[in-house]
């Protein structure tokens, strides 16, 4: 058994699919109510594209509590294997659900930089009635945001530093011994700061918003898209004809 598709098999069987709406107001009511630290992650073809490279990452983004399917590549890889999908539980469109649910309580924004960062905070502070205690670009050592976790003690940590990183820095602060939600959210920071723009709604739709972002973004999202998305489409094809999946 080639090493990528049992890490594959790792991370599928983690997944958490969510059905319909009412499943997913199940799970954003528990998602708020943490007992300890609480890990909620994505996967979308990029993350399996990186699992399949690096053990460390999958055994990082295994390790969350809550493994969401994000987007249209892991529909279709679902879709082979035989199973129902979902929703499309993406990170841009969830996570401004769980501020708002997180209203009035304490919240860190780690991730990208300024003057985006500073736009995020005071935006989600705005619209959604957070109470932002910390915020920190992305690009310092593990054991910084763990001090500025213990120091803050914040009830959500949303992780805006890309993969591979923020999966890791994730299962690092798992260890904390105050109940928060830590949340690996990808470009969310960049998005609530107003670096990135969405695509319109109707594209979102049709499911193109990478083909958007890759238009504005050309050289930095290239072989993330280009090269990635039939790299992965090569990979769900295989590991469903694999008997790995099915042991």
């Known amino acids: 058994m080639r090493d990528w598709l049992q890490r594959w098999k790792t991370v599928m069987a983690k997944l958490r699919l969510v059905q319909d709406a009412t499943d997913e107001q199940r799970l954003l009511a528990s998602l708020c109510s943490p007992r300890r630290a609480t890990v909620l992650g ?10 399949a490279g690096k053990a460390d990452y999958c055994q990082a983004l295994a390790a969350a509590d ?27 469109d969830f ?7 997180f209203n009035g309580r304490r919240v860190a924004f780690w991730g990208t930089q300024e003057p985006f960062l500073s736009a995020a905070a005071q935006r989600c502070e705005a619209l959604y009635g ?18 500025l976790a213990q120091a803050q ?7 805006g530093m890309g993969m591979p990183k923020q999966e890791q820095v994730a ?28 695509a319109p709604h109707w594209v979102r739709r049709l499911n193109g918003e990478w083909v ?21 489409l090569l990979r769900a094809l295989f590991y469903a004809r694999a008997p790995v999946h099915q042991v």
């Open 42 to 51: 994505f996967v979308n073809a990029h993350a399996m594209n990186l699992v």
């Open 66 to 92: 809550v493994l969401l399917r994000d987007g249209a590549g892991m529909a279709i890889l679902l879709r082979r294997l035989g199973l129902a999908p979902g929703l499309n539980m993406n990170g841009t």
């Open 95 to 101: 996570i401004p659900k769980l501020l708002a649910a």
């Open 130 to 147: 957070v109470q932002v205690v910390s915020r920190h670009e992305g690009f310092a050592e593990v054991e910084t945001y763990l001090g």
């Open 153 to 159: 003690q914040p009830a959500l940590i949303v992780l």
């Open 171 to 198: 299962a690092r602060l798992a260890a904390l011994d105050h109940p928060c939600l830590i949340v690996c959210g990808g470009a969310i920071v960049d998005f609530l700061g107003g670096k990135v723009t969405r």
């Open 212 to 232: 958007y972002r890759l238009l504005k973004e050309p050289k930095r999202l290239f072989t993330r898209y280009v090269i990635g998305n039939p790299l992965f």
